[in-house]
C-alpha cells in the first residue's frame, strides 16, 4: 500500500507581511516567510485572492478575476531593478502598525508604482514585455483601458456614471479612449508585467524551499469590475 503523505500549511495573505510600505509585499518579508515555513517543514502556504481590490478592499470583492493586486508589488525590488531611486524606497510616511490603510497606501505607492513603470518603459529593452501583452491579450487589453477610466471617472461605478458609449463598448468609443489615454494604459500594463515577474519569482522560489502555495480563485469579482 502506498504510503500516505500529510502536509501541515499555514494560511498568510501577503498583504499581512511585515513592510516599511504600509501592505505586506512580493520582497524581502514574503521570502523570509518561505524560509522560515521550510525550516518548519511546512509544505503550504494558503494565500487568498491576489486580485485587485475595489470598495471595501476585499480581495473577494475583486476588480478583476485575471489582473494582480499592484498594490503588492515590492518597491524595494523595483529599485533593485534601478527603477527607482533609494530616495523613493528609504522615505515614506509612519504607517501604522496591525492592518492596511488602503487609502493611506494607495496615496503613497501609486505614484511611485507609476514611475517605476515609466521608468521601465524609458529604458527601451521591451522585447520580454510585449510578448507578454500579447499572451495576456485576452484580458490585459480591457484591464489596462479599465483602470485608466476608473481614474478618469474618480473610481465611479461604470454603469452609471460612465460615458454610455463606454458601458455598451461601442467600438469606436473605446478606440477614441485608448487613442487618448495610451500613456496610462500602457503604464498599467507595465504594472501588471511587474507583478508577473515579482510573483513568478517568489513562487519559483517556494517551490524551490519545497513550499507549494495553495490560493483562492477570484471567484467573487466586484459587480462593477472589468469583467
Given at each position: 500500500m502506498a504510503k500516505k503523505i500529510r502536509y501541515s500549511g499555514v494560511l498568510l495573505h501577503p498583504t499581512s507581511l511585515p513592510s516599511a510600505h504600509g501592505i505586506g509585499d512580493f520582497g524581502e518579508e514574503a521570502y523570509?516567510?518561505?524560509?522560515?515555513?521550510?525550516?518548519?517543514a511546512v509544505g503550504l502556504w494558503q494565500i487568498l485572492p491576489l486580485?485587485?481590490?475595489?470598495?471595501?478592499?476585499?480581495?473577494?470583492?475583486a476588480l478583476s478575476a485575471f489582473a494582480g493586486n499592484e498594490l503588492l508589488l515590492s518597491l524595494n525590488l523595483l529599485n533593485d531593478a534601478e527603477l527607482l531611486s533609494l530616495t523613493d524606497v528609504l522615505i515614506h510616511p509612519n504607517f501604522k502598525a496591525g492592518y492596511v490603510d488602503y487609502n493611506a497606501?494607495?496615496?503613497y505607492k501609486m505614484p511611485l508604482l507609476f514611475k517605476a513603470a515609466q521608468n521601465f518603459l524609458a529604458q527601451g529593452d521591451l522585447a520580454e514585455f510585449?510578448?507578454?501583452?500579447?499572451?495576456?491579450?485576452?484580458?490585459?487589453?480591457?484591464?489596462?483601458?479599465?483602470?485608466t477610466l476608473c481614474s478618469h471617472y474618480q473610481d465611479t461605478r461604470w454603469y452609471s456614471h460612465w460615458e454610455q458609449g463606454l458601458t455598451v463598448r461601442d467600438e469606436?468609443?473605446?478606440?477614441?479612449?485608448?487613442?487618448?489615454?495610451?500613456?496610462?494604459?500602457?503604464?498599467?500594463?507595465?504594472?501588471?508585467?511587474f507583478f508577473y515577474k515579482q510573483w513568478k519569482a517568489?513562487?519559483?522560489y517556494a517551490n524551490h524551499k519545497g513550499v507549494a502555495?495553495?490560493?483562492?480563485?477570484?471567484?467573487?469579482?466586484?459587480?462593477?469590475?472589468?469583467d
Amino acid at each position: 500500500m502506498a504510503k500516505k503523505i500529510r502536509y501541515s500549511g499555514v494560511l498568510l495573505h501577503p498583504t499581512s507581511l511585515p513592510s516599511a510600505h504600509g501592505i505586506g509585499d512580493f520582497g524581502e518579508e514574503a521570502y523570509r516567510f518561505v524560509d522560515l515555513l521550510g525550516e518548519a517543514a511546512v509544505g503550504l502556504w494558503q494565500i487568498l485572492p491576489l486580485s485587485p481590490v475595489g470598495y471595501g478592499s476585499s480581495p473577494y470583492a475583486a476588480l478583476s478575476a485575471f489582473a494582480g493586486n499592484e498594490l503588492l508589488l515590492s518597491l524595494n525590488l523595483l529599485n533593485d531593478a534601478e527603477l527607482l531611486s533609494l530616495t523613493d524606497v528609504l522615505i515614506h510616511p509612519n504607517f501604522k502598525a496591525g492592518y492596511v490603510d488602503y487609502n493611506a497606501v494607495k496615496a503613497y505607492k501609486m505614484p511611485l508604482l507609476f514611475k517605476a513603470a515609466q521608468n521601465f518603459l524609458a529604458q527601451g529593452d521591451l522585447a520580454e514585455f510585449t510578448q507578454f501583452c500579447e499572451s495576456k491579450r485576452g484580458w490585459l487589453d480591457d484591464y489596462a483601458l479599465y483602470r485608466t477610466l476608473c481614474s478618469h471617472y474618480q473610481d465611479t461605478r461604470w454603469y452609471s456614471h460612465w460615458e454610455q458609449g463606454l458601458t455598451v463598448r461601442d467600438e469606436a468609443t473605446l478606440a477614441k479612449w485608448r487613442k487618448v489615454k495610451k500613456g496610462e494604459i500602457e503604464r498599467w500594463k507595465v504594472l501588471q508585467f511587474f507583478f508577473y515577474k515579482q510573483w513568478k519569482a517568489l513562487k519559483e522560489y517556494a517551490n524551490h524551499k519545497g513550499v507549494a502555495i495553495v490560493g483562492d480563485l477570484s471567484i467573487f469579482v466586484s459587480g462593477d469590475s472589468v469583467d
